[in-house]
């Protein structure tokens, strides 16, 4: 058997904000086409390991890998792994002065020297997978927040990542819309993708994940599959987290 790298991997892994001890010492090893869940507290990390990934944040300790190449301060290490590694925000973070199909182009024109024409037909390919290529002139504005995220969605698709990050992707969309995001996610997942998802949305977590992540006070304190993490959760912060979002 050959070895391949994790599509993500990260050991032993701390990071500090000023005084503040964010990430205690996270490891955590994403097989290629592995759909992880994060969840926890608010503040307890989640954000900050995923930041991590694609270098957002930097971490002070530890290591971390994106098929197999360690992240490190090198700036062509970076851009590397960006390359790979989508990220989808909770406040969409699409350019409001572009239109939908121009805040789809722009990056890989830019950061892939695409041709223009190649790079608007993989735009609309991807516009249309998340059912929105009818909006392709407009600006973000006049879309509702479920079909910006969605725009997001395909922006991302379009660089072809290996892996795609998710922060709170449905956190600030109304109820009505959730679920046009989610149903993309989940189809994403079923294509393969590999996926480090963080998000309160438990059905999302059920249906879609291979492992459920449980983070409090910057440590991972559980991870198991879908089932287990539900049906028997012995730490008492995970009993307690659950009963919340569960209701
Ligand atoms: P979560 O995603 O679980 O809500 P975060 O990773 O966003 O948690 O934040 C973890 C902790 O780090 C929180 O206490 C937060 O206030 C702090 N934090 C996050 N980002 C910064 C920052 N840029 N500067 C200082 N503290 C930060």
């Known amino acids: 058997m050959t070895d391949t790298p994790a599509a993500v991997e990260l050991s032993g892994v ?47 300790r530890g290591h971390i890998r994106v098929g197999g190449v360690e992240l490190t301060g090198d700036p062509k290490t970076i851009d590397a792994t960006r390359r790979e590694v989508g990220m989808v925000f909770q406040s969409f973070n699409l350019f409001p002065h572009l239109t939908i199909l121009e805040n789809c182009t722009l990056a890989q024109t830019w950061a892939k020297k695409v041709p223009q024409k190649v790079a608007q037909e993989t735009a609309m390919r991807y516009l249309e997978r998340v059912r929105i290529p009818e909006q392709a002139g407009k600006y973000p504005g006049q879309l509702s927040g479920g079909q910006q995220q969605r725009v997001a969605i395909a922006r991302s698709l379009c660089m072809d990542p290996k892996v795609m990050l998710f922060d709170e992707p449905t956190s600030a969309l109304d109820a009505e819309m959730v679920k046009e995001v989610l149903d993309i996610m989940v189809e994403l997942a079923a294509e393969g993708m590999t996926m480090i998802c963080v998000t309160h949305e438990m059905g999302f977590a059920r249906q879609a994940a291979d492992r459920v992540v449980f983070m409090d006070a910057g440590q991972i304190l559980k991870v198991a599959p879908p089932g287990e993490f539900f049906a028997a959760p012995r730490h008492e912060r995970t009993r307690q987290f659950l009963a919340q979002v569960l209701h």
Request: a positive charge.
């Open 14 to 60: 701390h990071k500090w904000y000023g005084d503040y001890h964010a990430l205690r010492d996270v490891t955590l090893s994403v097989a290629s086409g592995e759909k992880i869940v994060v969840c926890g507290p608010s503040g307890s990390g989640k954000s900050t390991m995923i930041r991590c990934v694609n270098r957002l944040e930097a971490h002070h």
